[in-house]
T-cell receptor
């Protein structure tokens, strides 16, 4: 019940494309859903986050869509750039504890 | 704001050595710090949660005598890998919550290689 399932495992898009990464969770006690971006050899950096009472949140080129009834949420990256190439992790939070998805390796080709 | 500093960034040592990794919150007080382990191309796995001034809570399967955690102040937590062996080689990452709770802020990780 603590799992967060993330897909796809890897994703390749052209510059300007809109990659979409999906996550599904089972634990309805999760109260906060962050997305992290990780570059090789670095720690994860918070990208954007949403609470379950909101259906969508947008920050710059990054948008989270949240479907509470389906227990799913997704990250959209508008006008993707080669610099967005990284590994993206979704997570669910309960208390102060994060449960991470498996990660998606995104490659944005020039 | 909300910077977490981790040191060292990379350490290579011989089998049997004990290695200490430091995690500092630079511009906020961290009531709770977390230690994760990450293998190549895998997700982050929580090892333990530490609260300032109290004993750490370890996840199932993590040996507390192997991975010693000390959270002596609101800005510093340390992870000591005791008698390290090649199978302990991994990327260790710490994170910290401020007093307001989320989000967690992560350090840049420590690459540990045991020969």
């Amino acid at each position: 019940q603590q799992q967060v399932k993330q897909s796809p495992q890897s994703l390749i898009v052209q510059k300007g494309g809109i990659p979409i990464i999906n996550c599904a969770y089972e634990n309805t006690a999760f109260d906060y859903f962050p997305w992290y971006q990780q570059f090789p050899g670095k720690g994860p950096a918070l990208l954007i986050a949403i609470r379950p009472d909101v259906s969508e949140k947008k920050e710059g080129r990054f948008t989270i869509s949240f479907n509470k009834s389906a227990k799913q949420f997704s990250l959209h990256i508008m006008d993707s750039q080669p610099g967005d190439s990284a590994t993206y992790f979704c997570a669910g939070n309960r208390g102060s504890r994060l449960t991470f998805g498996e990660g998606t390796q995104l490659t944005v080709n020039p | 704001g909300a910077v977490v500093s981790q040191h060292p960034s990379w350490v290579i040592c011989k089998s049997g050595t004990s290695v200490k990794i430091e995690c500092r919150s630079l511009d906020f007080q961290a009531t709770t710090m977390f230690w994760y382990r990450q293998f190549p191309k895998q997700s982050l796995m929580l090892m333990a949660t530490s609260n300032e001034g109290s004993k750490a809570t370890y996840e199932q399967g993590v040996e507390k005598d192997k991975f010693l955690i000390n959270h002596a102040s609101l800005t510093l937590s340390t992870l000591t890998v005791t008698s390290a062996h090649p199978e302990d080689s991994s990327f260790y990452i710490c994170s910290a919550n401020g007093q307001g709770g989320q989000p967690q802020h992560f350090g840049d990780g420590t690459r540990l290689s045991i020969l």
